[in-house]
């Protein structure tokens, strides 16, 4: 804990991964990527934003005997992996590769949003002579090329993208997953293998993850979808879900609901009172995302690819549900205030 502040320290055991984190991290902000806070260069420490619900491989197994994630959390961490991997791809003039894709080096915050981390490994990958720790951990998500080319792309992380979307689906270990969703899907028994523990997923929504996981597990590179083109344009529909179901509420120290997460902002990380859609999709604070286009950025905050056009459109429905929660909210207070003050005159 670092001045009241629940806070993570990760020792590094390699100067070049240490080097090769911190200069992703201080480069890259988005709300899908772990923030660091601080370093400690003569200890090679990194220190991050502490997430209460551990990584994504406690979340799938229920470790320490935590709830099994529903299915909508699943769709949207899915949806909040593709969206990381995107930003980092369309870097220029080179994309950035993760290298390392897979459950533990995604960590899960509060309200069950997906934070991506452990970027250092991808270097460690490449070089040469070296065998990354935990490889026999690795090998169910690493790219099939890898071993024989040395090399790692994005498809490299679309493949590792493939297993977990797999794995938030089954709930089943990553290894030979591939094979026996392909063999469910050919005798038309799916519906067996999909994770009852994740609640009554629509089976059409299953199916489409199913052949997308698939596609992006491909043997071979080539055959592997564009993440734009062929993987965002199929999961990007599934995150949108009816309000009731799409923002699950955070809660506190003492089991009160508080904000849900789909009323902040990606920029400011605070509340919106305008909510304003962009044409990348996303919805952002007026004035956030309007200071973000006057500094001369023309590339989406989320996904950093260059955005269609500039115009903003109000989300009136968001805007609604927002004003709605914070007059419940202030009713609740208030009542609490009443029945204090009722109990204090009692009490004379």
Known sequence: MIHYTMVAIKLSSSQSLFQQEISVLRQWRHPNIITIIGVCSEASALIYEWLPNGNLEDCIVCTNNSPPLSWHNRTQIIGENCCALLFLHSNKPTALVHGDLRPCNILIDANYRSKLCNFGLSNLFLQPGTCPPNLMARL??????????????????????????????TGMPPLTLSEKVAEALESDSLHLLIDKSAGDWPYIQAKQLALIGLSCTEMTRKKRPDLLTKVWKVVEPLTRKPLAATWPYLQSATGDSCVPSAFICPISLEIMKDPQMASDGFTYEAEAIRSWFDRGNIRSPM???????????????????????????????????????????GNF
């Open 303 to 345: 996904t950093n690819l260059v955005l269609p056009n500039l115009t903003l459109i109000p989300n009136r429905v968001l805007f609604s549900s927002i004003h709605e929660l914070l007059g419940i909210e202030e009713t609740r207070k208030d009542r609490g205030n009443g029945d204090f003050a009722a109990g204090g005159c």
């Open 140 to 169: 169910p998500y690493m790219d099939p090329e890898f071993n024989t080319t040395g090399e790692l792309t994005t498809l490299s992380d679309v493949y590792s993208l493939g297993v977990i979307i797999l794995q938030l689906l």
